[in-house]
């Protein structure tokens, strides 16, 4: 896998470079600003409402930022051609997928990390605080529920071009976040075969609200206890396997169509 | 001794909307280590496809190919493999030095090869002064040198080159000329598919044609060609009998 590791550094590289994780930033900063100057019906020193905007925000940013670079990492690669140097070198498709996966998540965990600085530094100089170990959970989790869109993303651009990877990928994920925590509620009021129907939407919908403690954090609620952190990080960690394992399986045989292969 | 490329009854076969395409058919091909190779074709005849079959990107529909009696798909057989591909492309955003540096760990060398082999290679392709400037920078012969220097980082026991003198200028290809001269100085093969005939002239030992998905000739370029005809005359003849014959059939 050491391959795989020297594939994501080429993807460090070009991210870094290519400069459009800073306007993410740049966008942070300027929500930030916002948040610390604005001070709407009096709320502006009550650090719950503070850290509740700023974490949506970091998720919200977090998400698009996943899905954005993720799709667009191997067909970029086949429509500029450097796929064909690259895999004529002794590197297996699936270490070129790993390689990809690894790049983008470690890229946007640093811009995540990022992020959850600069909430926490708002915070402290609102005079707010938040507990250490539920940040140092939230965080943790919310890397696992990235590693799982990115495995998403990668897995889609495997047979989608980039823009149906992406289109699909946020449907895909958006309905995840916001339908899956709801359908238990829906099931109640849908008897029948549509029950049926959202009960197999359940199961199949990825959950990121188990990834989500936004609420423990802003409410000062503590921290989760360890078994259900394990187990909500083992979920991820299967779930983003299963997906690069569906990316591989999509890529592992695939031709490209640079030009004219004949 | 293993053959470098060893071909036998090789097909290959796309699907498409319209019926299946027969890129290539039944070729068979053996490549002594040591030899440079000159693959001859009109465009559409099968030798990019060749090419992805030797490379592994491609899984023959039928037939086997070998690489250094390797099997082409399996990763191993590409560690013995430089590529330069028609048309090169690469990471615009890292420099040359950073390219070959990242190559060379590609194939696992250590960092003090890494380093002497980038620097030497840098040097053979007069990209020392540009080594540390982004490789957008470059222009379209830069861009090909570094291409090419990318493709001799592990040293290959067997160099492919997919049309590699296309769209160079005259020093350009005296350039491939005599690197194609080192490598078969140093005992290794090239592989090398060109429309140049002129330049497949001088520089190989032997060539292969290839006509409609078909290998219609093989050897040494001396017992294919008579005297007083050139390699041109011979390949335009070859070619459009080769066409003539295979008109009609699926």
Redesign the interface.
């Known amino acids: 896998m050491?391959?795989a590791w020297?594939?994501s550094?080429?993807v460090w590289?070009?991210m870094l470079?290519?400069k459009d994780i800073y306007v993410l930033f740049i966008m942070l900063a300027a929500l930030l600003v916002v948040m610390i100057a604005l001070d709407v019906f009096g709320l502006g020193q009550v650090t719950g409402y503070v850290k509740d905007i700023g974490l949506l925000a970091a998720w919200l940013l977090g998400w698009i930022l996943a899905i954005s670079t993720s799709i667009r990492q191997l067909p970029q690669e086949e429509t500029?051609?450097?796929i064909?140097?690259l895999?004529?070198?002794?590197?297996?498709r699936w270490e070129l997928i790993v390689g990809k996966w690894l790049g983008v998540w470690v890229v946007v965990l640093t811009a995540v990390l990022m992020f959850y600085l600069t909430i926490w530094g708002v915070v402290v100089l609102k005079g707010g605080a938040f507990n250490p170990l539920t940040l140092l959970q939230a965080y943790v989790l919310h890397a696992i529920a990235l590693a799982v869109l990115v495995a998403i993303g990668i897995a889609l651009s495997t047979r989608l071009n980039a823009d149906a990877a992406a289109a699909t990928a946020y449907v895909l994920t958006g309905a995840a976040f916001a339908l899956a925590p709801r359908i238990p509620v829906l099931l109640a009021v849908t008897p029948g075969f549509r029950g049926m129907l959202l009960t197999g939407l359940y199961y199949l919908l990825p959950h990121f609200e188990l990834f989500d403690l936004r609420r423990r954090l802003v409410h000062d609620w503590g921290s989760a206890g360890g078994v259900a952190m394990a187990g909500v990080i083992l979920y991820g960690v299967l779930l983003a396997l299963g997906f690069l394992l569906l990316a591989w399986i999509g890529y592992r045989?695939k031709?490209?169509s640079r030009?004219?292969?004949? | 001794m293993q053959p470098a490329i060893d071909l036998r009854g090789l097909s290959v076969t796309f699907p498409t909307p319209s019926g299946p395409v027969h890129a290539l058919r039944d070729v068979t091909l053996s490549i002594e280590p040591g030899t440079v190779f000159g693959f001859l074709g009109p465009n559409g005849a099968g030798k990019t496809t060749t090419i992805h079959t030797l490379l592994g990107f491609l899984e023959p529909t039928a037939g086997q190919a070998f690489v250094f009696g390797q099997e082409s798909t399996a990763t191993i057989a590409r560690e013995r493999i430089g590529y330069l591909a028609e048309n090169p492309d690469t990471y615009t955003f890292l420099t040359g030095r950073e390219l070959l540096t990242l190559t060379g760990k590609l194939f696992l060398l250590g960092p003090a090869v890494i380093r002497e082999r980038a620097d030497r290679l840098l040097d053979d392709t007069a990209l020392t002064g540009a080594a540390d400037r982004r490789i957008a920078g470059y222009s379209r012969g830069m861009r090909q040198r570094i291409c090419l220097a990318q493709s001799l980082m592990n040293d290959p026991d067997l160099l492919i080159l997919d049309e590699p003198t296309g769209g160079m200028d005259p020093l350009g290809r005296m350039e491939i000329r005599r690197l194609i001269t080192a490598r078969k100085a140093a005992g290794k093969t090239v592989f090398f598919s060109s429309h140049e005939l002129s330049e497949v002239e001088l520089v190989c030992d032997r060539v292969g044609i290839v006509a409609g998905g078909r290998l219609v000739a093989e050897g040494a370029t001396a017992d294919l060609v008579k005297p007083g005809q050139s390699l041109e005359r011979y390949f335009v003849d070859l070619v459009t009998a080769a066409a003539a014959r295979t008109e009609g059939v699926p």
Do not use: Q
Request: net charge positive.
């Open positions: 050491k391959r020297i594939v550094t080429i590289y070009e470079r290519r500029r051609g450097t064909f140097p895999l004529a070198k002794p590197v297996t045989r031709r490209f030009g004219d292969l004949l």
